[in-house]
């Protein structure tokens, strides 16, 4: 797979009727290797390893229902509360990150309510904070490290 802007984390993999799944550590089981699931996975890696989000707050594709569809996230972080901290949209590295990215990540987050947002096509990852308040979002330069809201 190809080498994405994410530092170099070591995976399992395992082939199967000519195709190749990857160990996903979040969901207990081997996951199909597309190069959208390549993306989730070093997220997955990043969040733990160099953000410090505990494992025990993430979940990784599961589904939610917005606006009465049903659809799927690729990453979440919750608050010790059960809030949400943060909400990621994974794209495999060919697909640009377009202005429908945000608006696909910003209806789910109309029901999700994150504090953070984060967009990514493993080249090139955007970080937006939300302030709800002000009704306003400010982009952030990195995703702050995981720290337990108080």
């Excluded at 994410?6 to 000519?18: A, C, D, G, Q, T």
């Excluded at 195709?19 to 969901?27: I, Q």
């Excluded at 002000?134 to 108080?150: A, D, G, I, R, V």
């Amino acid at each position: 797979m190809q080498k994405l802007n994410f530092p170099s984390y070591s995976f399992r993999f395992k082939n199967s009727e000519n195709k190749v799944a990857v160990f996903d550590s979040l969901r207990k089981k081997f996951v199909l290797l597309s190069p959208e699931e390549w993306v989730r996975q070093h997220v997955i890696q990043y969040l733990l390893r160099e953000k410090g989000h505990p494992q025990s707050l993430l979940s990784a594709e599961k589904q939610i229902k917005v606006n009465g569809l049903t659809k799927r996230y690729d990453v979440l972080t919750f608050n010790p509360d059960g809030s949400i901290h943060l909400v990621v949209e994974c794209k495999g590295p060919s697909i640009p990150i377009t202005q429908e990215t945000f608006d696909q990540i910003a209806r789910y987050n109309l029901t999700l309510r994150a504090q953070y947002l984060m967009v990514t096509n493993g080249l090139r990852h955007y970080f937006c904070q939300l302030d709800y308040i002000n009704e306003t979002y400010h982009f952030l330069p990195e995703l702050p490290n995981w720290k337990s809201p108080q």
